[in-house]
């Protein structure tokens, strides 16, 4: 009994040896395919410089579905497809102002960019003075002195947070739910502080609360160097200043989520989905945000087919429409895949830029995290190095909440990731085509290990 105990060990043992070896020559094919063969930079580049912004309800949206598809069907897609759904227009409008018009600075300009989804000021513009809030609680104790001014949020990034996601997700409530918050005082426009601790002076655009039901006063991001400056202003007494944006809606209009698909060999009607989101907001290139994430997905589909990988399940790759200010693609993803009666197992997503890779965060259950978990010594070769608890990115996760499946996204190094986001800063340029690289082929290698043992 003790000598087939012992047989059934080691050829236990063995058997996970050897099953970690087959996977590791699989991963560093992928590997060596996406590193050596990549066409992820190059897309970039195609993607930022030939088609540029992107702003749902824009041409630039029109173009890059067009350019989308083709590069779905160059990549190798079994089958591709462009899944329409109602996108907002918002635009932008030209000359945004913000010029102090009181003291010895007057006429002295800002650098403001209005949010997205805000409203504008008219022709006319606002002339009024400014008042600092450093946060919703100082809002309150402030209130009565609010009505006919300009908020001004000056609420910064918690430097003592290593993870740059997090002093995201303390900070961005002021640009959310700022404006409706102060327009219920009585406020006219707000300015909020850019969502960034870079040392440039950009504003940072995004998305503010709109809706039937929400208050609407324009709203434009400050520079972080002028939010400096005008809070210096502030504490030595009243600053007036002229406030102009020409932002505004349109009707919604059409737009589209661009998918592909590798049909699975042994259940094609099981779907895996990985994929970004094409839209970026007006200010840039839309590179980090998420021109790396769309890449990378296409990347993925590519390697694979250029392997010969025959997939068990079916991959998706969806290209999201409308991330940026309404989370259209996604919800109509979703949505269609219920009406469908679709099965979805898995999905993952990227979006937090194309910097090197350090980990997944993974949404499952303990059972399917401890699982992801063990994989980590065949993807540490390649720089990831931890699969935490957390989820999957915004696009994936109608789908996942839908279908009460496991998501995942790729957790970039964050540290310079914003100071791009949303800023006139996130070009080509800024992105590295090593790091890229080595995020699509730890996406690639995380859906493959899905797609052999599942979660």
Known sequence: MRRLSLFLLSFLSFSILYAQSDDSLMIRKIADEVLVNGKAYDNLRQLTKQIGQRLSGSQGMVKAEKWGIEKMKEAGADKSWLQQCMVPHWVRGAAEELKITSGADKNKKLAVAALGNSTGTGPKGINAPVIEIKSFADLETKKDDVKGKIVFYNYKFNSKLIRTFESYGDAVMYRFMGPPAAAK????AVLVRSM???????????????????PKIPSMALGLKDADWLDQQLQKGTVNVFYK???????????????????GTE????????GGHLDSWDLAEGAHDDGA???QTIEILRALKAIGYKPKHTIRFVLFANE???????????EEAKAKNEKHIFALESDAGGFTPRGFSFGGSPEQLKKAQGWIPLLQPYGVYEIEKGGGGADVGPIAETMGIPAAELIPDSQRYFDYHHAKSDVFENVNKRELELGALNMAAFIYLVDKYGL
């Open 324 to 334: 940026e200010n309404g989370l259209r693609g996604g919800t109509k993803y979703a």
């Open 245 to 263: 944006s020409n932002a505004h809606f349109l009707p919604d209009t059409i737009g589209h989520s661009v998918i592909g698909e590798l049909i």
């Open 185 to 188: 005082y009585g406020a006219v």
């Open 196 to 214: 960034s601790h870079s040392t440039d002076n950009y504003p940072h655009t995004g998305s503010t609360a709109s809706g039937d039901t929400i």
């Open 267 to 274: 259940s094609p009607n099981e779907i895996i989905t990985v």
């Open 293 to 295: 994430g769309v890449v």
